[in-house]
C-alpha cells in the first residue's frame, strides 16, 4: 500500500487509476453496481448519464425545495434555541435526509410516511455499521462476514430499503408512463414548475435502466447527497459558533443579498454568496467528508516522482493529509481562515480536492454546495450560533473528529442558539 499527501503525484494517481481498492467491495452488497464503487467498464457507462441528470440546469432547479424545507429546520431549531447547549446533529441529519430524499426520489416519498421512516433509520445504521466492518479487515473475507450475527441484521436494513427504493422506482415509471396519480394539486409538497427528481431524469437519460440499475444508481446519489451536506454542514456551524468575527461577516453578506427580506432563497441568490462559498470550502478544507480515496493499480505506472508503483498495489490519496500540507497552505495549515480562499494561489487549489479529482470525481457536488448555503443561510438569518461550553476549542483543542457514514464531531455538533 501507497499512501500520497502531495497534488501531482494525487492527481497522476486519480487521473490514472480508475478502479477503486478492494476496501469499497463492502458497499456493493447494498448498492451493487452503482457508480461510486463500480469496476470501471460499468462506472464509464452510468457516468455518461449520471451527467446529463447532474447538469447544472436541472440541480439548480432544487434550491426550492432546499429553500422549503430549511424553514421547517429554521421552525424545528426554534424549540430548542436560548436552552443552552444543544446539538443540531439530529435536526440536521433529518432535514439532509428528507431534501435528499426528494431531489432524488420524488414528491412521492411524502405519501409513503409509514415506510420513509423506518428507510432512513436502516438506511443510515446500514452504511455506520459499513465503516465499522472498514475498520476490521478480517471480516472483508465474505464467506467469514456471513456466520455473523451482524451480517443478518445488515442484511434486514438492506431488505427495508431496497423493498422503499424499489417500490418509489416502479410508482415512478408508472407515473411517467401515464399509469399512475402524483401528488396531488392541494399537496404542499408540490414541486415547482418543470423540476424532475433525479430518478424520473436517470428514467428519462438512461432509455433503459432496468429497476435494479435505478435502485443501485438512486442509493449512489442518495449517499453522496447526504454524506457531503450532513458532515460539511455540522461542522460548518460549530465553526461558526466558535468564530464569530467569521460569523458576523457571513451574516452581513446575507443583510447585503437578501436585503433584509425573509422570501425564501433562490438560485440567483445563492451565486451571490461568495464569503459563504469561502467559508463551506474552507471547511471542507478543514475537515474533509472523505478522509481518504481507495485506488488500486491494474499494471505497474510511474509516478511523477519516478517511484514505480506495482501491479495489485492499494493507493491511498491522503485528502486530509493534502488539505493540510504546510507546503501549499502555510504554517498556519490547522487554522480555520476563510479569507484564504478569497485569494487562493493556483498552487493551493491544486492542493485541494474535498470531491476528488481526475474523471471519477464527484459528479454531483453541485448539489451539496446549493443545499449548505441554504442550510448556513436559513439558519443565520433566523439565530446568533454561540459557543458551547460543553468543549473547549482553540489552536491547542481542535475539533476532534470520528469516521462513520460521514465524519462527525466527537463533541456532536454541540452549539448554543440564539434568537436574533
Known amino acids: 500500500m501507497v499512501s500520497i499527501s502531495d497534488p501531482e503525484p494525487a492527481k497522476f494517481v486519480l487521473k490514472t487509476c480508475l478502479d477503486k481498492g478492494s476496501m469499497t467491495l463492502v458497499f456493493r452488497h447494498m448498492v451493487g453496481n452503482g457508480s461510486i464503487f463500480a469496476q470501471e467498464k460499468i462506472w464509464r457507462v452510468r457516468r455518461k448519464i449520471n451527467a446529463m441528470v447532474l447538469a447544472p ?10 429553500a422549503r424545507n430549511s424553514q421547517v429546520l429554521v421552525e424545528n431549531l426554534a424549540k430548542i434555541a436560548g436552552t443552552g447547549d444543544v446539538s443540531v446533529w439530529e435536526y440536521l441529519c433529518n432535514h439532509v435526509i428528507q431534501s435528499a430524499c426528494e431531489t432524488t426520489l420524488g414528491d412521492i416519498v411524502n405519501l409513503h410516511p409509514n415506510e420513509f421512516q423506518p428507510f432512513c433509520e436502516a438506511f443510515m445504521s446500514y452504511f455506520d455499521n459499513v465503516i465499522k466492518r472498514l475498520c476490521q479487515p478480517w471480516l472483508y473475507n465474505i464467506s467469514l462476514y456471513k456466520l455473523l450475527p451482524e451480517a443478518g441484521r445488515q442484511s434486514a436494513k438492506k431488505k427495508i430499503v431496497w423493498s422503499f427504493i424499489n417500490n418509489l422506482v416502479i410508482r415512478n415509471k408508472e407515473i411517467l408512463e401515464g399509469k399512475g396519480d402524483g401528488l396531488t394539486e392541494n399537496n404542499n409538497n408540490t414541486r415547482a414548475g418543470d423540476t424532475k427528481s433525479l430518478l424520473e431524469l436517470l428514467i428519462k437519460y438512461s432509455k433503459g435502466y432496468s429497476d435494479t440499475e435505478l435502485r443501485e444508481e438512486s442509493l449512489v446519489l442518495l449517499l453522496a447527497s447526504i454524506d457531503t451536506t450532513v458532515s460539511v454542514g455540522g461542522f460548518a456551524l460549530v465553526l461558526l459558533s466558535q468564530h464569530q468575527d467569521v460569523q458576523d461577516k457571513v451574516y452581513e453578506e446575507i443583510q447585503q443579498v437578501l436585503e433584509d427580506s425573509d422570501r425564501l432563497i433562490g438560485m440567483d441568490d445563492v451565486k451571490k454568496f461568495k464569503y459563504l462559498d469561502a467559508v463551506i470550502k474552507e471547511t471542507m478544507r478543514v475537515y474533509p467528508t472523505t478522509p481518504l480515496i481507495m485506488r488500486k493499480c491494474k499494471s505497474d505506472i510511474k509516478l511523477p516522482s519516478g517511484l514505480v508503483v506495482k501491479e495489485g498495489t492499494q493507493l491511498v490519496v491522503n485528502i486530509y493529509g493534502l488539505h493540510r500540507n504546510p507546503k501549499y497552505w502555510g504554517p498556519d495549515a490547522n487554522q480555520f481562515r476563510p479569507e484564504r480562499f478569497l485569494n487562493a494561489t493556483p498552487e493551493q487549489l491544486s492542493a485541494y480536492m474535498p470531491f476528488s479529482s481526475g474523471p471519477r470525481n464527484c459528479a454531483g457536488y453541485r ?23 460543553s468543549f473547549t476549542y482553540d489552536e491547542q483543542n481542535p475539533l476532534r473528529m470520528k469516521h462513520t457514514l460521514v465524519t462527525k464531531h466527537v463533541d456532536n455538533f454541540q452549539l448554543q442558539l440564539e434568537r436574533r
Do not use: A
Request: net charge positive; aromatic share 10%; hydrophobic share 45%.
Open 57 to 66: 440546469r436541472h440541480v439548480n432547479k432544487f434550491t426550492d425545495v432546499f
Open 367 to 389: 448539489i451539496g454546495e446549493i443545499s449548505l448555503k441554504v442550510i448556513i443561510v436559513s439558519i443565520l438569518q433566523k439565530f446568533r450560533l454561540k459557543p458551547s461550553s
